[in-house]
């Protein structure tokens, strides 16, 4: 079975600091890779997704992730942070099958605090 | 659109006794997926219907959750009868075709679920 695995639980930062955080799968096939944020006191929201082809992608609010095949990586990062940024950040895969279980298995998050 | 909705937004019920949680995906939506996230792990796959089909439940965790979803629109996850370790937050998803890889998922509030 695929996991996830983030590398920070918590991340407390400054604005305008620079951000990265780490994502990690195991899986050996074709995935589809998610990360999602949630903002205090609402929902899940998609930030961004890799599905194929370039695997730098754009995602909203500044966000991009690099999707690394030989590291099993997508981690996630934004050149200057800012107050509003702060969330929780989940990052998620999918297989690529066209039936059976095709749920997200998500990392345990991290808890981004940015400090005005 | 009025996105995904759940209720109750929480719950505070006793070991033993029996709570239901509803989900009503976004209109149209064809596919419906709950979650549970417990308290500093992950968020975790329970289910997935297809219309009023399961069509994945491999997550579900033991025969003490009934999932239903009456006439593929809104659904119900039944836990009966609760224990400490159910306590979490229930999430639950739509999307309007097969195949998240593909397709997006809109996320309600989810359920915070505390047993007593």
């Known amino acids: 079975a695929q996991s996830v695995s983030q590398h920070n639980h918590h991340v407390i930062l400054s604005e305008a600091a620079s951000l990265e955080l780490g994502c990690n799968y195991s899986y050996g096939g074709t995935v589809n890779l998610f990360w999602y944020v949630q903002y205090p006191g609402q929902h899940l929201q998609l930030l961004l997704k890799?599905?194929?082809?370039?695997?730098l992608v754009k995602g909203i609010k500044g966000f991009e992730a690099e999707f690394i095949k030989s590291k099993f990586s997508f981690n996630l990062r934004k050149p200057s942070v800012q107050w509003s940024d702060t969330a929780e950040y989940f990052c998620a895969v999918s297989l690529l099958s066209g039936g059976g279980a095709d749920g997200l298995t998500f990392g345990k998050g991290t808890h981004l605090i940015i400090q005005p | 659109e009025a996105g995904v909705t759940q209720f109750p937004s929480h719950s505070v019920i006793e070991k033993g006794q029996t709570v239901t949680l509803r989900c009503d995906p976004i209109?149209?939506?064809?596919?419906l997926y709950w979650y549970r996230r417990v308290m500093g792990k992950e968020i975790k796959f329970l289910l997935h219907f297809v219309k009023e089909s399961k069509q994945d439940e491999s997550g579900m965790p033991n025969n003490r959750f009934l999932a239903e979803r009456t006439g593929g629109t809104y659904s119900t996850l039944k836990v009966q009868p609760a224990e400490l370790e159910d306590s979490g937050v229930y999430f639950c998803a739509s999307s309007p075709w097969t195949g998240v890889g593909n397709s997006p998922l809109h996320f309600g509030n989810g359920t915070r679920l505390t047993v007593t």
């Open positions: 890799y599905f194929s082809g370039d695997p």
């Open positions: 209109s149209g939506h064809d596919n």
